[in-house]
């Protein structure tokens, strides 16, 4: 945690006691974006958050899986 704070303190630029006051929602959303942004910089992280958001997936995309050679569609 503390690993964190110091995180956020650097990169916004604020004090390491206005972090410890401020809302624990407020600090986790600064922490969350600017971890984002850090993944951001390079290909191995925007790599790795494509890759999040397809883990976070639960809807199958039937427009991908329709384009798939030997997919054939049912008709009732």
Not at 9 to 21: D, H, L, Q, R, T
Request: net charge positive; aromatic share 10%; proline share 4%.
């Amino acid at each position: 945690m503390m690993k964190n704070i110091v995180f956020v303190s650097k990169e916004i630029g604020i004090p390491f006691n206005e972090i410890m006051e401020m809302p624990y929602a407020v600090f986790l959303s600064y922490l969350k974006h600017l971890r984002i942004f850090q993944l951001e910089q390079t290909e191995d992280g925007r790599k790795a958050l494509q890759q999040a958001e397809l883990n976070q997936q639960t809807e199958p995309d039937w427009n991908r899986i329709r384009s798939e050679k030997g997919y054939a569609k049912v008709h009732k």
